[in-house]
């Protein structure tokens, strides 16, 4: 398949978020978002790269520690909370007496509840046998920030322990 030609840009993008429940898992896709996903640390070995000099000069370069990108993005606030229907509120707070209350954490073998969020970006409606590029981040810790204004806002920033794959 040939490179697109066609530069992508907030209106294509979609979030969706999910738990663990196997085999169907809770999932909602992020209404009135902002389209402002930003992703750091990416590389190709998600590890720091440290350089240990000779006598002041570059000796050689070594990968390290393992890194946890970290993501943001923010959406207009509609809801905080609701029993019957999925809000992004009680997705990361796991609101207890609302659809998230039984989510499984992404992040096995923790105490820490993760979720698994999916950046889908449209490619298939650009033509010339491009897809649609999809963004999957798994062990994903969540925290949410609200702002008042015009409109309220939250913004939602996440770290990430688990597999990060593009496709």
């Given at each position: ?59 050689t ?75 999957t981040m ?30």
């Amino acid at each position: 398949m040939p490179l697109s030609s066609v530069v992508k840009n907030f209106r294509d993008g979609t979030i969706v978020i999910k738990d663990g429940t196997t085999p169907t898992p809770i999932s909602m896709t992020v209404q009135f978002e902002s389209g402002d996903f930003s992703v750091t640390g990416l590389n190709e070995s998600l590890t720091e790269v440290t350089t240990y000099l000779d006598r002041g000069e570059l000796g050689t370069v070594r990968k390290t520690n393992r890194l946890f990108p970290t993501f943001s993005f923010t959406a207009h606030m509609t809801e905080l909370s609701d029993s019957s229907n999925k809000t992004l509120f009680d997705a990361v707070n796991k609101t207890a007496a609302t659809p998230w209350a039984s989510a499984v954490s992404t992040i096995s073998g923790s105490d820490v509840y993760g979720l698994t969020v999916e950046l889908t970006i449209e490619g298939s409606n650009f033509g010339g046998g491009e897809t649609d590029h999809v963004l999957t981040m798994t062990g994903c810790h969540l925290a949410l920030d609200f702002a008042e204004g015009d409109p309220n806002s939250f913004t939602i920033n996440g770290t990430v322990y688990g597999a990060i794959t593009a496709a």
